[in-house]
């Protein structure tokens, strides 16, 4: 099972549900599950991610921020999930943010590539998802 988890760092709730790279993603690769959530998502939703990630037998986890700073809130338990489990797996980061530079490229185990935009990351986002198809 591929998964592909779209997560919208903002420091406000986010009512945008069709961000155009989730439907990308179903364009390129349809088998995979898509999810997608801002750091305001309920926490039923954050443990759905988190159980998905858990099961995956590969995953994608495209962060997307506008500030350096951007605070994780409800994100927190996804990028836990990311750092202590030793999964193998692909984070994305479209933007800039400080914290996710310094933790995620230090992870053996994931592949992290950052970009100022989603077309800039698509060819890792690609890569990604034909790996395992």
Known sequence: ???????????????????PILQWVK????????LDMDTFS??????QACRLLQEATSFIVYFKTEAKEAPFRAAQKVVEELI???????????????????????????SFQAGESAEALKPFLRAALTATT
């Open 1 to 19: 099972m591929q998964v592909f988890l779209f997560v919208n760092l903002t420091d406000a709730p986010s009512f945008s549900y069709q961000q």
């Open 27 to 34: 364009e390129i690769a349809p088998a995979t599950i898509t």
């Open 42 to 47: 309920e926490e039923l939703l954050v443990s």
């Open 84 to 110: 202590w489990k030793d999964k193998p797996g692909t984070v994305l980061l479209e933007g800039q943010h400080r914290r996710l530079q310094l933790m995620l490229p230090a992870r053996s185990h994931i």
